[in-house]
């Protein structure tokens, strides 16, 4: 009888061992997932960065020809402004209107000096902004004006040329 017994508690702790290693197998299977899809995740977004560093070497390169590299030129050269949301006037009542503007820029080098300016920028663009009425903008005609006093202004902060255009990524009127 005592031999059984044996026999039974060795079944058990055999039981035991091996609901453990496969607990301790699954912990690490799921560690190893996690560790993979982080990798692939953080991996993905340093893959992009050196993708935007050859669009920018392929700009700085391609700029002197004239046709090389338009696309990662663009990509490289555009510099995003923070939202501007200011009061406008439609006639009645006082609106708010959200623009999110972005410069165009003539080579990537440029985007120090927006940046060390970038006060004396938001600050002309918000009273450019806060002189419009709802009817001045809401045109396509309107907005290319803006578009263009907003460069005519950007051009006596920076030397004329640095900026080349002025996209509108956002114009809401509410």
Known sequence: ???????????????????LFIIIGAAVAAVV??????????????KEGGAEKKAEA???GGHGGGHGGEAGKAAVTVFPLEPFIVNI??????????????FEMSAPEVK???EARQAPLRDA????????????VQDLQGKNQL???ILTSVNKILPPGKITKVYFTDFVVQ
Request: proline share 0%.
């Open 1 to 19: 009888m005592a031999a059984k017994d044996e026999q039974v508690k060795d079944e058990q702790a055999s039981g035991s061992k091996k609901k």
């Open 33 to 46: 997932v996690i560790v993979v899809v982080l990798m692939m995740t953080m991996g993905g977004g340093k």
């Open 58 to 60: 392929k700009s700085e």
């Open 89 to 102: 006037y439609d006639g009645q009542e006082v609106r708010y209107l959200k623009v999110k503007v972005e």
């Open 112 to 114: 120090a000096e927006v």
């Open 125 to 136: 663009i918000l009273v450019l902004l806060t002189t419009k009425t709802l009817q001045e």
């Open 147 to 149: 578009r263009e006093e």
